[in-house]
């Protein structure tokens, strides 16, 4: 049974079992994905869009703001993925071609970061199960790892269950128009003059 993140604020940090076996579902080959990660559980794979998933990518700074509203004001999130400057938000199935189009009727035009969105025949490399460990000898990351910055791809927030719930492209839609208003706001507040806040347990520092 699916379940809204709303229904408490859980940000896995590690993929379960059951996760893995919904971003395998996206594989032609599920019980190939499941192999590969048996024997490399810190190896990225790539995964296409389109069937389990799409993926709306965001300039990390931005990505920051809509996922910041999605969990203060809304509904919550499903997946979510940083890699390098990116954050990458996992939504419903063909949110990626519906979402410019609705983003358009907002005239969206050069008021934020543009998004990059991944849907059907779209491949996307989705971080490890699990973090990557230090070699022999090797120092412990030290703690700009859990930045945006961070080259290596990483969970934000895991997949954790078979069916998670997934933002549909009106929902991404809300959170992007109010997350884009509130760059032309005054510092330290939004388009409704309201103090920002944001996710604590995804965004350290």
Same mark, same amino acid.
């Given at each position: 049974m699916s379940r809204t993140p709303r229904d408490s604020l859980h940000t896995a940090a590690y993929v379960t079992p059951a996760g893995a076996d919904w971003l395998a579902s996206a594989s032609r080959s599920p019980r190939g994905v499941h192999a590969l990660w048996a024997e490399h559980p810190a190896t990225s794979v790539p995964l296409p869009c389109g069937t389990a998933f799409d993926v709306v990518s965001m300039d990390a700074l931005f990505g920051r703001r809509v996922v910041s509203r999605l969990w203060t004001d809304g509904p919550g999130t499903g997946p979510v993925a940083a890699q390098g400057s990116r954050v990458m938000l996992f939504t419903t199935p063909g949110a990626a071609q519906r979402l410019p189009a609705l983003l358009g009727w907002e005239e969206w035009g050069g008021t934020a970061p543009p998004l990059l969105c991944?849907?059907?025949?779209?491949? !996307?490399?989705?971080?490890?199960?699990? =973090?990557?460990? +230090? *070699? #022999?000898?090797?120092?412990?990351?030290?703690?700009?790892?859990?930045?945006?910055?961070?080259?290596?791809?990483?969970?934000? !927030?895991?997949?954790?269950?078979?069916? =998670?719930?997934? +933002? *549909? #492209?009106?929902?991404?839609?809300?959170?992007?128009?109010r997350a884009a208003r509130t760059l032309r706001a005054p510092a330290g507040t939004d388009a409704d003059d309201t103090a920002v806040t944001s996710a604590p347990a995804l965004f350290p520092g």
């Open positions: 991944y849907g059907w025949g779209d491949t !996307v490399t989705v971080p490890p199960l699990y =973090p990557l460990d +230090p *070699g #022999p000898g090797e120092p412990e990351p030290p703690a700009e790892i859990a930045s945006y910055d961070a080259p290596s791809p990483r969970w934000l !927030v895991a997949p954790d269950v078979r069916s =998670p719930w997934l +933002p *549909g #492209p009106e929902v991404l839609l809300w959170a992007c128009v």
